[in-house]
C-alpha cells in the first residue's frame, strides 16, 4: 500500500467543499480516503482559504452553490470540478471520464439541481466537518 504524501501549501488542486453540507464532507471524505498520490488540497467554503479562492474567481462566497476545483489559475465548477476530481483518483473511479461525451450544458442544470437543494436531500451539519487527523496535512 502507498503512503500518502504530504501536500505543501504550493502544490496540487485545491477542492472548495461545503463542510456543512452532509453530501459535500462524505464526498471529501471519499476523495480523501482514495487519493492515494495525495493530489489533492482541501478548502471549506466557510473558511478563509475557500472564501479567499471564491472571491478570486470572481464568485460569491456567501451563496457557495458550486463545488470548485483551483489548480494554479485554471478553476473548473459544478460537473466539471466533479469529473475532474475523480479523474485523477485512479481506476476504476477514473471512469466516470465516459460522462464528458455529454455536454457540460446538459450535466450541469443535474448538478445544480442537486446542490440547490443539498441540504433538504442528504442534510446540514451544525458545525463544519474536520478531517481525520491523518489527513490535516492536506486541508487548508
Not at 98 to 115: E, S, T
Request: aromatic share 10%; charged share 30%.
Amino acid at each position: 500500500m502507498t503512503t500518502p504524501r504530504p501536500a505543501t501549501p504550493a502544490t496540487g488542486p485545491i477542492i472548495l467543499f461545503d463542510a456543512e453540507c452532509v453530501l459535500c464532507s462524505a464526498n471529501a471524505r471519499f476523495v480523501l480516503e482514495r487519493d492515494r498520490k495525495a493530489v489533492f488540497r482541501l478548502a471549506s467554503m466557510q473558511g478563509e482559504v475557500g472564501r479567499s479562492l471564491y472571491r478570486r474567481h470572481g464568485m460569491d462566497p456567501n451563496d457557495p452553490a458550486s463545488l470548485l476545483v483551483v489548480d494554479g489559475e485554471r478553476m473548473r465548477r459544478d460537473s466539471d470540478a466533479v469529473l475532474s476530481i475523480y479523474e485523477r483518483l485512479g481506476f476504476p473511479w477514473s471512469l466516470v471520464r465516459v460522462f464528458r461525451i455529454v455536454p457540460a450544458a446538459l450535466r450541469d442544470p443535474v448538478y445544480l439541481l442537486v446542490a440547490r437543494h443539498r441540504y433538504r436531500l442528504f442534510g446540514r451539519r451544525d458545525t463544519c466537518w474536520v478531517a481525520p487527523q491523518r489527513y490535516r496535512d492536506r486541508i487548508l
